[in-house]
């Protein structure tokens, strides 16, 4: 019996990179292996500019076998073809992290800002509970174009960060913590109920959304 | 010490196909393949068309000791007995699904609804992102009696398609997605609160019940 | 200062009966009698068959102000303009609900149904505490087209009926209930995870939802 | 380093035999085997009949080590010392489960109620899907002094049944399920607002509850 | 236009009294004065015991219209018909509640017990912030058949009563209290939790059904 | 018809003062004034030092008419008798919040923890969002024996405070703001995951808690 | 007794304009109109632009008792002073709302544009029910330095607005629709979800949050 | 490809003990061993005393790399360095635990109690199901300066012992139980309702933090 009707399973959004100016990403969380690689094999063909997200080693392995000299960030599980981000233009991105355990989180931002073309730095560790960390890095806060603020927890961080520029922020909550942290949910609230006005709040744990929109701010007039 | 009195485990309810037309179907998932397979011995003695869902291998090869030419679609957990589908009769009930990620369950909604005897085709990666794709197949969408929408995510995806056509939407969240997805939550709510009406919302996953809701809607008179 | 640039507030979508075959429909909630009466104003100068939903008294008055022969059906809020429904055409609609509290959110499905242009009835207190009483119905259940099924609290009547019958169910959650009701959350729980299949959900007490999407299940062919 | 200062871990409540008139018991989840088995030569010693209820064979083993002759239902994780329950005293306890998903802990009510002294039976799939199931019941539903229906899903069936007799129902929900059923909430949140009155309603799974509470209903005056 | 189809609104269960021994109730809430009124013109031509509960004053006015000699305690929004309880038998019911916030809900319950025709008390002001209070009325406890717990906020006094008795605990959450309260689920989650078994839970605020329950477990043999 | 069994409906715990050292407070909050006033009344017989807490001006009016000289702020709903509080003794609570919306929470915290004994001081509008605020104030933090931080929406300002000082925070969060704060929801979810370790936290709203908790804290050795 | 220690209950963020580059705002929601007019004086001391939200009338009364020229925008709440919003500078920022029951929302974020001194245009009833209204507004979604999309119920619109233009989208979920809608928790999790990368959201209704991130976007370089 | 600028992942806060006067403590859930031992590393040479918590063994043994004499306790996850906690001064801490699933968290607090510096005992066993186990310890609970009470399941122990002390209650939910426990969820709304005051309560599971504002609020005058 065949009881498949439809030619293929992935049509691909080929002319995002046209239409919207940036290229398109591939979220492999939720996707098979083979249907990553295969997507990866449709991509070579039409020589499109594109990441792949949330990529376990067993996802890297199928896209590289298609696409041998992908870029792999294993510590935050994003690919990159072409391996090397173009040369940046626009404002600076600037990430920062409230602690250690937001790391793979705040990679897939930074390494996502300078894939779609953006000049874009890394502060880690700078989270509410000593403040004079965070008060120690103004200089690079005001310099920046956009700030993504990491943080999980009681996601205080972005609301700080905020209070202190001029700059929006992008705040990512992260489901670091454990118990009334609900799995990021508190920072997200934590977060969307900023007492500082500019910010805005994209998914828990979406590294890659925050450094998307990111880049589209600091994009060049 | 015997500490049992039940007979027997697992009452089927055979007359259901008289009963309501449509062939009964045995839940899998929270079912010990042992049991599955008790009942598989139970309809083989019945002679009665069943669809089995959400079946792992292990659950597939209980069912196949006792019925072995049964069916089984190893991409979306479902098993058929007989494996053929019935000649299809009544509306067409087309599929369309966001993304990749939905592929299981909107495969699990066109087999049950092929097997309960309609004719039904499937259309992927039509999600919203990138309109451009739901749009080029909006004279499919016309054609169809009824149509099953599956989406993840923000279930964005039965709104627009239902306010494009005539025909009833069944609408299907899948868990794809993370963080505030809520493993379908946000799905679910959104289907729910589709601002254009016409749509009826299964639960997340339910790729079984949208096909067998569909396959009701397009009855043959 | 004028501080406005936008020329009009409701850029209606009067295409929407030609695009998808049935009436528009403005939901008062959330609207100000003026607003709600500018777009009757509108609606009047284009003629079109027109829906308005959960219209308090005054949303009433602002449409009869300019349309001055609207139907109102001050038990459901429900606005008919023109006030006649169509000549039935299509399948039976059969609306039952499991109690009195039901019988605004039933009878806006009933209309609704009604005025896009099917033959329905309305059922009343059925609810499964007394299953004698919708056991004595199977008869008019299994007559209808597609049954909507009304039920708040533990929104248990869709299963009870769903399993009688051959035809689809839609099933609308009620606020009815009190306490861990959580405003019909408990029943719209309850309906998404019927163990019987055939039941497509709407919003908490969406009866016109419901009924829309009735309608369109027992169009004609 | 001697970093303790308590001098046992767990100080049981050993007369609660005598306080309550029902035996100990110990939830095994969330210990480990050997603090299980140390409360088990413990209770060796005092030589006091007690159930170990959601029991891991690791549970098991432990418990067998100090009291060899406890009797283990695998199905369910009831472990009781002595094996063998009292003669039965009291009302009939009648246990009525919807479906075969459900039967671990509709037999964990069973035996709890057998141990501690109670006549008990087990009814299994009478889901409200299929209503002339439990309908076909009704003489043994109606001989009970107490029934325990355990449900999940929609968790319909308590109401039903509780609309069908005059004595008092103790409702579990179960875990079975997916998607929306959130783990047995939907089921809880369903038999809390039974339309029925008369259903008292235990922690989602908890069958021992269930079982005991039965127990002290079905008691001799 | 005649636009209703249904002959009357309520179909009364007039033969529950029968089935299950015990009298039907009308719960006002979510009904209009006028749909009230109506039921209770039904009821007098049945002749049949009732009651109507969570009536507010409108709602009495309009029963009593048709049952003028309806006792009305207004305290609890309970309207009883007959006025006077039958002669009480079986069992004891006793009722105890946390704090005075508790009142009536404590008193619905009470009531109902005894217009369902026990021997039934209350006791209030035992909340667990004062461990005195309850233990000194070990005695009352001890001597029931089966006692009701109200309580709000952290819903502790069940599991405290529950250790201290052997009779069956039928448990009350109460709205009251604020903020994390959240409308009584905290008290409603502590006591599906209760570290007692023998504990049976009704819906928040559900004195009634607390009532109705206890009458059945404390009902003669 | 007499349907009352029980003596009074408020058996006060009136040797609590004795008993923890502390005294009583009645919550107004879901009693009637009549109800307040018949407490009252009884604490006049008894001259036990007493609060009422969130108190309308109908309760107050019912509690003056029985204590004249009570001292009531309607700022926050505190009412003290006697009107004067004791002579403060035990370290310096400090009530800080961080905007003018949570005014009323931190003078009821404020008041109680100066009717209980302590010297007590309030600082406003030290929100995170202008972090030069509360840095201007770390000598005042670094005094005191114990700091209340109020704060809604976010709840971040806790957090702050605790990595600034050594001495212990007592978090109260508030239900201002609106939308995704929940009614103090994601303040109090913030305060749990505080990320600074020293931090208790209590009930959305409850500035008596948390004067309460201070003052058992600062109370003298 | 004077029972105040702090000198005045609002202290006001007055070089935020010189920190941040942009006005002070005050939140009139959860404060008295003698608060606000108390802030609204120290104000006009200072001389600092500011913007009062969520003022209902009382507020915007008391706020022009101290500052007569304030303009207040009773669609929206909104107050500004001075009253003209200065001469526009940088990108251009574009308001668009999926219905009618958004425009409050929506003039919030437009008006708060502008007197952050952006060039700011509003474009309503864009829902994605019609598809077509979008569609036909891409010119103007194109030219946009960055958009606000507002949008209730499935929140729906910003995925597909994001899908189609090259700049960042602020989307604001506001609390439109009933029942599942829960208040604005559906289109907040919809807009967390986003298939489209490129949306940062903010909280529920709050056009202002909107309006001051988009201005911090779009300003010049 | 370079694609790291941030020269380390990890910026301590090694002054936090001057500021506080407490030691730091690293959080290891979330962290890979490798950075926990490289934090480990650093530690060492600044000699700072340290606490790491939630440690797994693979932790452990990363960190006793680099500070082979760090104590580790594995029941609770603990890691302390240098091992032996400093000679206790301040008043008592006293931990007590409802049952023995909560002993990992009972240990966690008792021992981070140790380390910070104070005198530190431990009570188990003492659960409100048996009521005369903790009023058997009254003498021990009257002596304490702060009492950490550790429970999950209906979190009421807290509420009892504050009801029967003067001293400070830190109250700890623990995700002890299962169903409607929600993960600690019953626990902590039961806690943060407590009806007797003088509890604060620190998030679910979080022994440190409990025995860390224990430790404060114990500190030495």
Redesign the interface.
């Given at each position: 019996?065949t009881?498949?009707?439809?030619s293929?399973?992935?049509?691909?959004?080929l002319?995002?990179a046209q239409?919207?100016?940036?290229p398109e990403?591939v979220?492999c969380?939720?996707?098979t292996p083979g249907?990553v690689g295969a997507?990866a094999a449709t991509l070579r063909e039409h020589g499109a500019r594109t990441l792949f997200t949330?990529a376990t080693p067993e996802h890297a392995r199928a896209v590289r076998t298609e696409l041998p000299d992908a870029?792999y960030?294993d510590d935050c599980g994003l690919l990159a073809w072409p391996?090397?981000p173009p040369q940046p233009v626009g404002?600076q991105v600037l990430v920062v992290a409230?602690?250690?355990?937001d790391?793979a989180v705040a990679r897939e931002a930074l390494?996502t800002a300078?894939h779609l073309g953006r000049p874009a730095?890394?502060?880690?560790?700078?989270?509410?509970?000593?403040?004079?960390?965070v008060?120690a890095k103004q200089e690079a806060l005001r310099a920046a174009r956009?700030i993504v603020v990491v943080a999980?927890?009681?996601?205080?961080l972005p609301?700080?960060v905020?209070?202190?520029?001029?700059?929006?922020v992008?705040a990512v909550?992260t489901?670091?913590?454990?118990?009334?942290?609900?799995?990021?949910?508190?920072?997200?609230?934590?977060?969307?109920?900023?007492?500082?006005?500019?910010?805005?709040?994209?998914?828990?744990?979406?590294g890659?959304?925050a450094g998307?929109?990111a880049a589209?701010?600091a994009?060049p007039?």
């Open positions: 019996m009881d498949e009707t439809e293929g399973f992935a049509e691909l959004d002319d995002r239409r919207r100016g940036y990403a979220l969380h939720g996707k249907q997507i949330r870029f960030a391996p090397q404002g409230a602690g250690t355990a790391h390494l300078r730095e890394l502060i880690m560790d700078v989270g509410v509970a000593g403040l004079h960390r008060l956009v999980g927890m009681d996601g205080a609301a700080v905020a209070g202190l520029v001029a700059a929006p992008v909550p489901s670091t913590g454990y118990g009334a942290a609900f799995g990021g949910l508190a920072a997200l609230l934590g977060m969307l109920n900023s007492c500082a006005p500019g910010v805005g709040v994209v998914n828990i744990d979406n890659y959304g998307h929109l589209q701010i994009a007039a």
